[in-house]
C-alpha cells in the first residue's frame, strides 16, 4: 500500500530500515488483514454463545437477528458495554497494584519511600481524613483502608473515590440515572453478567451500564492510580528533556521502559544511575533509559526521563539496532516485539505474571524483590550492549525539545505566580474574556489505521490556531511532543494572538523567561484524573456543572479498549468527546444515536465522530462556543 505511514520523521526513516532488514512491522500486517470484517467493524457479530457466532446482515436482506432473537441494538450495545468494562478492568487492575504498593510501603515490608507527604495529605484530606499529628505511614494506611473499602464494598453505598472527587453537580446526575459505581469489580462483574447469553435487551439500559463502567474507570481507576502513584513517587513538576528515538545514543547503553506502571520503572530509572560504573566498565558512556507508551509517560513526568517514542512505533525502536534492551510491563505491548527482537541483539525483557510472551526473558518482578529484579534487567542490558552489531545501527537523529511534568499541582504553581490566592483565577479569567476560547484534552493512542500522529498534530495546530489551549496525555501526548508542540517555541510557532499573550504572560511570571507551551502535558493515561481533577476544580470555581465549561476532548487516533472507556467517563463528565476513528457501533442505528445525539439529553456529553483532522478541530471549536453562548460568554 503507498499511503503514508506516519509522519514522525524518525519513524518514516526505520520504516525504510525495517524493510531493509526483512522485518515485518505492524504496517505489514495491517496490509495482510485487508479488507477487515465488514461484520465485525460495525459491531454486528455476537460470539457471546456457542449457538453463534451470530451476525446480523448491515443490508436488511439476510438475517436481522441473531439465534436468541437479539437484535442488531442488542449485539452493539452489548459488545461496546464489554470493551469499555474491559478497559477499566485494565485501569482498575493497575489502581490496585499501587494501592497494595502503598500499604506495603507504610507498612515498611518493601524499599518504596513515600516521597510526596504533601500529596498524601491532600488525598487524606479530600476523603474526609484528619491528618493532624499523624506520620505518614499512618496516614498512609487510613487512606489505602479508604481505597480497600471502595474495592471490597459489598453496601449499596457509592465508592469513596467517586464521591469524594467527582463535581458535585454531576453526582446528582449520575445518581438520577442509578450509575455510581459501587464496587469497581463488582461493577465489572456485573457488566459480564448483563452482556452473557439470555440477559439485558434494552440497549438504553446496556448504554447506561456502559457509562457506568466510564465512572468505574475514572475514579476507580485513573484517578485512584494516580493518587497512589503521586504520593508514592510524587507529583509531577515541570521538567526539561527531548522526545523521539534521536534521545537513543549510539555511544550509551540504551534501555527502554515500555507499558504503564510506574512501580518497576522508577526503580529501574534509579539503577540505570547507579550501575553506570558497570556500563563503563563494558566500554559504554552510561545508561540511557528512555520510554515508550505510558511508562514512558510516567517516568517522563516525575524524573525527566527522555520519550522515546509512542505506541505505533514500538517495534521501529528495536529496529535502530541499538535497544540493547526493552522492559515491558502491561498493556498496549505488541507481540511482535519478540521476533522483531530476535533479529536484533535486543534483550525483550517481560516482568508481570499476566504478561509473558514465547521469546522474551522473564525477570518476574514483585514489590518485595523490585530492586534485584531492576538490577538484574539494568545488567542484562548492560550485557546486551557487547553484542550490539554496529553494522546494524541506525537511530535517526531527530529529537524535539519538551516541556512536561503539568501537574494541576505545577499548573496552579505556575498560574500561583499570578494570583497567590486563587491560583485558578488567571485560567478561569482568561477563558472568560474570551482570550483562551476553551480548553481540549487530547488523549490516546496512535491506531494503524491513521497515518501516525497526523490526526493528533493536525487537529491541534487548527486548535491552537483558534486560541483553544490544549491539554494532552498517552500517545497523544508523544505525538505533540515530537511534533515540536511542547515547547515555548511551538507558542510562538503556533498559537493564535490571545492564547500567545496569556501563556507568555504566564511564562515570564512564573520565571521561565519564554511562554508556557502551547500544549501542556499532563502524563498517561491515568493521568487523565488530572485533566478530571482540572476540569473539576474549574466547575467548582465558575459554579458551574462540568458540563457547561467550554471543555472538550478528543481521542483522535484510539486503538485500545481503555480509550473507550477513558472516553466514556469523559461523556458521563457531560464533556464532548471527539473519536477519529470510528468506533464498532455504526451497524446499530439506535446505539449510534443514542452516542452521538441521544445521550446528551440525559447525561450532557457525547460522543462525536469525524475522522479529518481540520473539520474535528472546527467541530469542537462550535462546540465549545455553543458552551461560552450558553454560559454568557464573549465569543
Ligand atoms: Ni495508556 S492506551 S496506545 S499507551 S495511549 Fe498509547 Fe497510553 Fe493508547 Fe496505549
Not at 450 to 472: P, R, S
Request: with cysteine; proline share 6%.
Amino acid at each position: 500500500m503507498l499511503n503514508v505511514r506516519s509522519i514522525d520523521p524518525a519513524a518514516q526513516d526505520l520504516i525504510k530500515k525495517a524493510h531493509k532488514d526483512g522485518i515485518e512491522t505492524v504496517w505489514d500486517r495491517y496490509d495482510k488483514q485487508q479488507p477487515q470484517c465488514g461484520f465485525g467493524s460495525l459491531g454486528v457479530c455476537c460470539r457471546h454463545c456457542i449457538q453463534g457466532p451470530c451476525r446480523i446482515d448491515p443490508f436488511g436482506q439476510g438475517p436481522d437477528k441473531g439465534i436468541c432473537g437479539a437484535t442488531a441494538d442488542v449485539i452493539v450495545a452489548r459488545n461496546l458495554l464489554r470493551q469499555v468494562a474491559a478497559g477499566a478492568a485494565a485501569h482498575v487492575d493497575h489502581a490496585y497494584d499501587a494501592v497494595e504498593a502503598l500499604e506495603l510501603a507504610a507498612q515498611g515490608k518493601i524499599d518504596y519511600p513515600i516521597a510526596d507527604a504533601g500529596k498524601l495529605k491532600a488525598v487524606a484530606s479530600g476523603l474526609g481524613i484528619d491528618s493532624e499529628g499523624k506520620e505518614p505511614d499512618a496516614l498512609a494506611l487510613e487512606v489505602v483502608r479508604v481505597a480497600y473499602g471502595d474495592m471490597g464494598n459489598h453496601h449499596n453505598r457509592p465508592m469513596k473515590w467517586v464521591s469524594a472527587h467527582a463535581p458535585k453537580q454531576r453526582l446528582e446526575v449520575w445518581e438520577s440515572l442509578g450509575i455510581i459505581p459501587r464496587n469497581p469489580d463488582r461493577e465489572i462483574r456485573e457488566a459480564m453478567h448483563q452482556t452473557t447469553m439470555g440477559m439485558d435487551a434494552d440497549p438504553v439500559n446496556l448504554l447506561l451500564a456502559t457509562a457506568k463502567q466510564g465512572l468505574v474507570d475514572g475514579y476507580a481507576g485513573l484517578k485512584l492510580a494516580t493518587d497512589m502513584q503521586d504520593i508514592l513517587f510524587g507529583t509531577p513538576a515541570p521538567v526539561v528533556t527531548e522526545a523521539n528515538l534521536g534521545v537513543l545514543k549510539e555511544d550509551y547503553v540504551n534501555l527502554i521502559v515500555h507499558g504503564h506502571v510506574p512501580l518497576l520503572s522508577e526503580k529501574i530509572v534509579q539503577w540505570a544511575k547507579t550501575l553506570s560504573p558497570e556500563a563503563e566498565a563494558v566500554g559504554a558512556k552510561g545508561v540511557q533509559v528512555a520510554g515508550i507508551c505510558c511508562t514512558g509517560n510516567e517516568v517522563l513526568m516525575r524524573q525527566g526521563v527522555p520519550l522515546a517514542t509512542n505506541y505505533l512505533a514500538q517495534e521501529l525502536a528495536i529496529v535502530t539496532g541499538a535497544v540493547d534492551a526493552m522492559v515491558v510491563d502491561v498493556q498496549c505491548i505488541m507481540p511482535s516485539l519478540s521476533q522483531i527482537s530476535s533479529c536484533y541483539h535486543t534483550e525483550l525483557i517481560t516482568t508481570m505474571p499476566i504478561v509473558k510472551i514465547p521469546g522474551a526473558t522473564h525477570v518476574p518482578f514483585a514489590l518485595e524483590k523490585a530492586d534485584e529484579a531492576a538490577q538484574e534487567i539494568v545488567r542484562k542490558a548492560i550485557g546486551a550492549y557487547a553484542r550490539r552489531d554496529p553494522n546494524k545501527v541506525h537511530i535517526p537523529d531527530y529529537r524535539a525539545k519538551i516541556i512536561a511534568g503539568f501537574s494541576v499541582e505545577a499548573i496552579a504553581g505556575a498560574l500561583g505566580k499570578l494570583d497567590p490566592v486563587q491560583p485558578l483565577k488567571p485560567l478561569a479569567d482568561n477563558i472568560v474574556n474570551g482570550n483562551i476560547v476553551g480548553v481540549v484534552a487530547t488523549v490516546g493512542c496512535n491506531n494503524v489505521k491513521v497515518t501516525q500522529d497526523i490526526f493528533h498534530v493536525e487537529m491541534v495546530k487548527e486548535l491552537l490556531k483558534n486560541n483553544v489551549l490544549v491539554v494532552a496525555t498517552g500517545c497523544s501526548a508523544h505525538a505533540l511532543a515530537k511534533a515540536g508542540m511542547m515547547n515555548s517555541e511551538g507558542t510562538e510557532r503556533y498559537a493564535g494572538n490571545t492564547l500567545k499573550a496569556v501563556l507568555r504572560a504566564i511564562g515570564e511570571a512564573a520565571g521561565l523567561g519564554a511562554p508556557l507551551p502551547p500544549v501542556l502535558h499532563m502524563g498517561s493515561c491515568v493521568d487523565n484524573s488530572r485533566i478530571g481533577d482540572l476540569v473539576t476544580a474549574l466547575a467548582n470555581y465558575l459554579g458551574v456543572d462540568s458540563a457547561a465549561l467550554p471543555v472538550a476532548a478528543s481521542a483522535p487516533e484510539p486503538q485500545h479498549e481503555k480509550a473507550l472507556s477513558i472516553g466514556t467517563w469523559a461523556v458521563a463528565m457531560g464533556i464532548t468527546t471527539h473519536l477519529g476513528v470510528i468506533p464498532p457501533v455504526l451497524g446499530s442505528k439506535q446505539v449510534t444515536e443514542l452516542l452521538t445525539v441521544g445521550l446528551t439529553e440525559v447525561i450532557g456529553g457525547k460522543f462525536y465522530v469525524e475522522t479529518e483532522p481540520q473539520k474535528a478541530a472546527l467541530g469542537l471549536i462550535e462546540d465549545i462556543r455553543k458552551k461560552r453562548q450558553a454560559l454568557g460568554l464573549d465569543q
